[in-house]
């Protein structure tokens, strides 16, 4: 089952160094055990990004400011795990990464079951 | 958490770490088969213990400590063996009481030692089939009974399997290390094969009733993933990674609704993996930048990637595909492949074409029995207008079929035929 992790955190400022240097590390790692197979980080909405709205028939395109968004999603990282169990306790990993060397970054990592996996079965 | 909850969380550990433990034990002992079954009872111990104590903070480490254990335990009982063992002992005990933090010491060469690990399963000195079994096992973290139910064999087999092939190491004495020089080449091509052996039986079921097995996929893909992980400049390595994300991106494509299959050209192109679409062509690029554009696997991910670029069927480069086919097959001198080649041929060129190339391998031995030259030629017929020629062909190519689906796919297809002409 594919499995794909957002990162959000109400952080603003940039992380410790350390913590992305460990990130690198568990990542080389999730590469090399074959289970993560696509990531990205995402810059912060302000820098470029948009809201591309449906609203009452009409579509408009909002550059910003974005005042009500205090969420920033970060990053996402997409995996490949045959359990939920196992999908969970990379998902406590990460997170505990952060705890070591977030200096008290806190925040949340999303996961969700990716629809229309090509592994699963035939339906 | 119930015992259920804890025995799956153990589970779960064991899938992501068993590889490490087993790698780690077997540097210890110089022992696969060895570290193999004391791994395993390290994993025993956490599904007695841990229901109780709850599962420890660091799981892996605690099941590494339970393994290294172990190890030592088993390199004391053995010390009339010498001194020697002795004072590796007790310096591997020291080793474990001075660093805590045995995982960020060991992080280090972990690659070395699973690759260590996947050419010992893989050693020429075994059977293909053992080799097989052993990888899924030992690198895969499979059970003997999911390694039955892939390979639609008992877990008596299977288990009979593995034991002789892990006396077979054991008497070997081979000695646990990753070959180098003109042997690495040699050897990597067996851990290739191995790994497109498991896919192939995943992706195009020989028997039984199911058109694939996705556990063997899914299992042969990551193999591959960590293969390219741990050797990245051997250009086979990314050839067969691309071969086996590309096939595996038509996965969602390949059947319909009651499972039965859908022919290439037949498919919802928009519902192809395009993830898979994109990590299987950038493996192919890297294949084809280390030197490996005219290899075996490469040659085959490139034909699969004339497809995977084709946004519409009408749009496939056939010139291309038959030219790539015509390389594969002067490399390989398989009929099999010259097959293929006449389709690609039949589609650049016309029915006729390809079905010259067909009527030229009526007489190869190696075809007698593969149902797919006359569902091909049978497929020509058709295109051809000679209907009551195709269903003579359809209708063998039934009896020569072994699965279950595709059998019932030719005798639909005969079917069609007959009403044709």
Redesign the interface.
Same mark, same amino acid.
């Given at each position: 089952m594919r499995y794909m992790y957002l990162v959000k955190s109400c952080q603003s400022g940039m992380p410790p160094k350390r913590l992305f240097e460990e990130l690198d #590390?568990m990542a080389e790692?999730a &590469? #090399?055990?074959? @289970?993560m &197979? %696509?990531s990205g980080g995402l810059m912060p909405l302000p820098m470029g990004g948009a809201h591309i709205k449906l609203d009452g028939g009409k579509v408009s395109v909002i550059d910003g400011p974005f005042v009500e968004s205090k969420e920033v999603v970060g990053g996402y990282a &997409?995996f =490949?795990f #045959?359990?939920r =169990? =196992?999908a &969970? @306790?990379?998902g406590v990993e990460f997170m505990n990464v952060h705890r070591e060397f977030g200096e008290g970054w806190e925040g949340t990592c999303e996961m969700r079951p990716m629809m229309?996996n $090509?592994? %699963? $079965?035939?339906? | 958490m119930t015992v259920a909850d804890t025995h799956r969380a153990i589970l779960a550990v064991w899938r992501k770490e068993h590889a490490r433990i087993i790698a780690i034990v077997a540097r210890m002992l110089r022992d696969v088969p060895l570290a193999e079954e004391l791994a395993q009872e390290a994993l025993v111990l956490a599904l007695e213990r841990w229901p109780e104590t709850g599962v420890p903070d660091n799981p892996a480490a605690w099941l590494i400590t339970a393994a290294k254990r172990r190890a030592i335990d088993h390199l004391r009982r053995y010390q009339m063996l010498g001194r020697k063992h002795q004072a590796l002992a007790r310096e591997l005990e020291s080793e474990q009481d001075a660093v805590p933090d045995l995982d960020a010491a060991l992080d280090d060469d972990i690659g070395d030692d699973i690759l260590r690990l996947i050419f010992t399963a893989c050693h020429p000195l075994l059977s293909r089939e053992a080799r097989a079994a052993l990888t899924l096992r030992m690198v895969g973290g499979l059970t003997t009974g999911e390694i039955a139910r892939a390979f639609l064999s008992s877990e008596a087999t299977i288990s009979q399997r593995i034991v002789r092939a892990k006396r077979t190491l054991s008497e070997s004495g081979l000695a646990y290390e990753t070959p180098r020089g003109p042997e690495l080449k040699e050897r990597l091509s067996a851990v290739l094969e191995v790994i497109y052996l498991v896919f192939n039986e995943g992706y195009a079921a020989t028997r039984g009733e199911d058109l694939m097995r996705p556990q063997l996929c899914d299992e042969a893909l990551r193999l591959g993933r960590i293969l390219v992980g741990l050797a990245p400049n051997e250009p086979e390595t990314h050839g067969l990674l691309s071969l086996m994300e590309l096939h595996a991106s038509r996965t969602p494509a390949r059947t319909d609704a009651a499972g039965e299959p859908i022919l290439l050209l037949d498919q919802n192109r928009a519902i192809w993996d395009r993830l898979l679409i994109r990590r299987g062509l950038a493996a192919l690029a890297r294949a084809e930048e280390l030197g490996g554009a005219g290899r075996f696997y490469a040659l085959q991910a490139a034909i699969l990637a004339c497809h995977a670029r084709a946004a519409r069927a009408e749009d496939t480069d056939w010139a291309r595909i038959a030219a790539l086919y015509a390389e594969l097959s002067a490399l390989t001198a398989s009929p099999v492949v010259e097959l293929n080649r006449a389709i690609a041929v039949s589609m650049a060129e016309g029915a006729q074409a390809g079905l010259d190339i067909v009527d030229g391998l009526a007489e190869e031995p190696l075809l007698k029995t593969y149902h797919l030259l006359p569902s091909v030629r049978g497929d020509l017929l058709a295109r051809l207008g000679r209907h009551a020629e195709a269903r003579a062909e359809f209708e063998r190519a039934a009896t020569l079929a072994s699965n279950d689906r595709e059998r019932a796919f030719l005798l639909r297809r005969a079917e069609a035929s007959a009403l044709a002409s």
């Open positions: #590390k790692k &590469i #090399k055990s074959g @289970a &197979i %696509d &997409i =490949e #045959k359990t =169990e =196992e &969970i @306790a990379s229309g $090509p592994h %699963d $079965p035939p339906r | -």
